[in-house]
């Protein structure tokens, strides 16, 4: 069979992921329909044993969101992150009652109810934690914590296209939250012409990436590089 156009991109995708032999795989759907094609020809080309999560980014309604999960369940998906819109809190609920699998929350994270109200609600199964978005270690470590003792889903998530600095600051967080499912981050040089680290930070095979040992981020900053990417903003005294 000859494939053209978005099957022929995806089945280059679906290439990488063998070349580096991952264990598990999360794919970005925002329509339901072309969407299960897609997740049904990865479950074919990369077998049975790999764990295949979602990100719905927020595209689906609540009803095409219960629809989705019924369908996808021959294709045994893992998660599905985010299927409804950000505000939609009372539909996010919803979709997390009707499904047997994990509905991680992201952007719902970061409305005026904030994160902690998704947890004492019981308004998800899990959430993407990013360590930036949260504001930082303390913060983010406070929802973790909070979440796991509520035994929810915990994903420590990253930026596409984040640099070392913000990579390597993830690693350091993972590292404290041995309990989290999943491990986004470290693309670096797979997404990024170049880093701000002399050395190439991004994962290898399996997705593996090193914990940092040593002190503070546990890596050594590039200066010039940062110089180079650096804007000049001239202020006015009053």
Same mark, same amino acid.
Do not use: W
């Given at each position: ?50 764990? =295949? @999560? ?5 595209? *689906?309604?609540?009803?095409?969101? #219960?629809?989705?999960?019924?369908? %996808? &369940? ?54 993407? =934690? @990013? ?5 930082? *270690?303390?913060?983010?470590?406070? #929802?973790?914590?909070?979440?796991? %003792? &509520? ?88």
């Amino acid at each position: 069979m000859r494939y053209f156009g978005r099957e022929y991109e995806l089945l280059q995708f679906i290439g990488q992921i063998k070349n580096l032999e991952f264990r598990a795989v999360k794919v970005k759907i925002i329509d339901p329909e072309d969407g299960l094609l897609q997740l049904k020809l990865i479950r074919q080309k990369l077998g049975s044993a790999i764990d =295949i @999560r979602i990100d719905a980014k927020a595209a *689906f309604s609540v009803e095409d969101s #219960i629809k989705f999960i019924r369908k %996808a &369940k021959p294709i045994r998906l893992s998660a599905v992150e985010q299927p409804v819109q950000k505000n939609d809190l009372k539909g996010l609920k919803k979709v997390s009652r009707n499904s047997d699998i994990p509905i991680i929350a992201d952007e719902s994270m970061y409305t005026s109810e904030g994160p902690f109200y998704l947890i004492e609600n019981d308004v998800c199964h899990g959430l993407n =934690i @990013r360590l930036s978005s949260c504001g930082g *270690f303390q913060k983010a470590l406070e #929802i973790f914590q909070r979440a796991h %003792a &509520k035994k929810m889903t915990a994903v420590i998530g990253a930026h596409v296209g984040e640099t070392a600095i913000l990579s390597y600051a993830g690693r350091n967080f993972a590292a404290i939250c041995p309990e989290r499912r999943y491990l986004e981050g470290s693309f670096s040089r797979y997404v990024l012409k170049e880093d701000l680290v002399p050395e190439n930070i991004a994962f290898g095979r399996e997705g593996y990436a090193p914990t940092p040992i040593r002190r503070g981020l546990g890596i050594e900053i590039d200066e010039a590089a940062i110089a180079d990417r650096s804007s000049l903003y001239a202020t006015i005294d009053s």
